[in-house]
T-cell receptor, first 113, second 113 residues
Framework: AQSVSQHNHHVILSEAASLELGCNYSYGGTVNLFWYVQYPGQHLQLLLKYFSGDPLVKGIKGFEAEFIKSKFSFNLRKPSVQWSDTAEYFCAVNALRDDKIIFGKGTRLHILP | KAGVTQTPRYLIKTRGQQVTLSCSPISGHRSVSWYQQTPGQGLQFLFEYFSETQRNKGNFPGRFSGRQFSNSRSEMNVSTLELGDSALYLC????????????FGPGTRLTVL
């Protein structure tokens, strides 16, 4: 069965630290990939997406993600986090052949001021 | 442009009852998807509607159903409620479907007693 794994359930960092959140999926076909973010008290919103082309994609607020097809991974990165990045982050995979979308269980990121 | 709206925001029901949740997408968006969010399972895809037709369905029992109207508004119905149906139900709209650029609503918090 298709699945999406976010290995870190809860991450605590200090401001200015570098961030990398892992996302791995199990699906052998063509995929579209997404990272969503949910800030406290706000709706889920799209952070970035990958459909094709350059495997390094840039999103809002200085986030980027790299698609490594051989590793079935789409890790989210930010070189220097801010207190305002405190949120829950969700990775999602859309398997194109059957047009399903599967979300990871989320990673809660807490940035210490 | 107004965002995705969901009504009601909070709902308390008892086991065995049924419930109908409503979602109004962003104007011009023809695709509406529904998700169930729980602490243990994260976000799980329920179904997607596009131009009044159900295009895709997740792995939920037949007690969960939905429909979409000609103005793209969508409703989700859950019959014979169970305790395990307690969750946040999210609606997302998209201009063209295929989970591209989904805009999420605030959700309806359903509690089943």
């Amino acid at each position: 069965a298709q699945s999406v794994s976010q290995h870190n359930h809860h991450v605590i960092l200090s401001e200015a630290a570098s961030l990398e959140l892992g996302c791995n999926y199990s699906y052998g076909g063509t995929v579209n990939l997404f990272w969503y973010v949910q800030y406290p008290g706000q709706h889920l919103q799209l952070l970035l997406k990958y459909f094709s082309g350059d495997p390094l994609v840039k999103g809002i607020k200085g986030f980027e993600a790299e698609f490594i097809k051989s590793k079935f991974s789409f890790n989210l990165r930010k070189p220097s986090v801010q207190w305002s990045d405190t949120a829950e982050y969700f990775c999602a995979v859309n398997a194109l052949r059957d047009d399903k979308i599967i979300f990871g269980k989320g990673t809660r990121l807490h940035i210490l001021p | 442009k107004a965002g995705v709206t969901q009504t009601p925001r909070y709902l308390i029901k008892t086991r065995g009852q049924q419930v109908t949740l409503s979602c109004s997408p962003i104007s011009g968006h023809r695709s509406v998807s529904w998700y169930q969010q729980t602490p243990g399972q994260g976000l799980q895809f329920l179904f997607e509607y596009f131009s009044e037709t159900q295009r895709n369905k997740g792995n939920f029992p037949g007690r969960f159903s939905g429909r979409q109207f000609s103005n793209s508004r969508s409703e989700m119905n859950v019959s014979t409620l169970e305790l395990g149906d307690s969750a946040l139900y999210l609606c997302a709209s998209s201009p063209s479907g295929s989970y591209n650029e989904q805009f999420f609503g605030p959700g309806t918090r359903l509690t089943v007693l």
